[in-house]
């Protein structure tokens, strides 16, 4: 699974943009082993590294937007990734003083 696959879908879906961050984290998955400069030592990585996707769409997109990602992420592996939805409670686009939906 790349990160390229579930920015894909969700174009497909009809996401008009996203933000991707590419990020380190400590949760309760396995981090890597890695190998000290000279090769002969190894030690656990002290972070994971993570693509973070960020996307912000209306309410009645959600469902097909959630769709979209597990279909392109699913391996079936610890590790495929989670996804959290909040809600916007105000938008602005600064550029044009724009609010609301129509600035999704």
Known sequence: MSFT??????KAAGVGGTTIIQSRGVGSGQRP???????TAKYEAEYNTLNT??????DSKVGDV??????AAH?????????????VEEA???ATKESGRNII
């Open 5 to 10: 696959s579930v920015v894909d879908s969700l």
């Open 92 to 94: 602005f686009d600064i």
């Open 53 to 58: 996707i960020i996307t912000i769409v209306d």
């Open 66 to 71: 959630v769709s979209a990602i597990i279909d």
């Open 75 to 87: 391996t079936g592996n610890r590790g495929d990734g989670k996804i959290f939805i909040t809600n």
């Open 33 to 39: 082993v890695m190998q000290g400069s000279r090769g």
